[in-house]
């Protein structure tokens, strides 16, 4: 069974501070992908990766793929309350999409 | 363009009783996936329709069951409500994007069963 861990599963911290959360396996991924859900709203895609050690940065968050393809982080510099929410990552493998449980991240302003 | 449209947002039911649950698609995308999201178990993948065929399906019941209609508008039906079926359940519009599969989630429907 594929699964995909994510770490931490909760975080609270305040405005200003950076935070990095991880998404790790043991099984490789031909593309990775990273979402944000809000309360009482379904999850919205953020970034896809798809090669081994790429990096893509969405204005204050910074993305990367592990050069293995066995796993990803997200770094957030300067989080603000607006970043809260559940975090989720997805990995495809075998046309079949492999979610994480997702770190809630709480923003303190 | 309008986004993933789910009805109904709420919804009570009790153990036994059957539900359908509705989800228009994003115009011009022809595959739509549900899952099931509680809190313990996270995304748990239900099934992904294409052009009114299912072309894949999770690890869940036969009382779990869906469909697709020409217009690309999908309902999921589960039959004879358990307590543990209370859940949010959530219909993806896919599409192939350029660096693989897009999926854009609807609101989703919440099922409470008491």
């Known amino acids: 069974t594929q699964l995909l861990e994510q770490s931490p599963q909760f975080l609270s911290i305040q405005e200003g501070e950076n935070l990095t959360v991880y998404c790790n396996s043991s099984?490789?991924?031909?593309?990775l992908q990273w979402y944000r859900q809000e309360p009482g709203e379904g999850p919205v895609l953020l970034v896809t990766?798809?090669?081994g050690g790429e990096v893509k940065k969405l204005k204050r968050l910074t993305f990367q793929f592990g050069d293995a393809r066995k796993d990803s982080s997200l770094h957030i510099t300067a989080a603000q309350p607006g970043d809260t929410g559940l975090y989720l990552c997805?990995?495809?493998?075998?046309?079949?999409?492999?979610w994480g449980a997702g770190t809630k991240l709480i923003i303190k302003p | 363009k309008a986004g993933v449209t789910q009805t109904p947002r709420y919804l009570i039911k009790t153990r036994g009783q059957q539900v359908t649950l509705s989800c228009s698609p994003i115009?011009?995308?022809?595959?739509v996936s549900w899952y099931q999201q509680t809190p313990g178990q996270g995304l748990q993948f239900l099934f992904e329709?294409?052009?009114?065929?299912?072309?894949n399906k999770g690890n869940f019941p036969g009382r779990f069951s869906g469909r697709q209609f020409s217009n690309s508008r999908s309902e999921m039906n589960v039959s004879t409500l358990e307590l543990g079926d209370s859940a949010l359940y959530l219909c993806?519009?896919?599409?192939?994007?350029?660096?693989?599969?897009?999926?854009?989630f609807g609101p989703g429907t919440r099922l409470t069963v008491l």
């Open positions: 993806a519009s896919n599409r192939r994007g350029v660096s693989g599969n897009e999926q854009f």
């Open positions: 115009s011009g995308h022809r595959s």
């Open positions: 329709y294409f052009s009114e065929t299912q072309r």
């Open positions: 099984s490789v991924f031909s593309s």
């Open positions: 990766v798809v090669t």
């Open positions: 997805a990995g495809y493998s075998n046309y079949q999409l492999i």
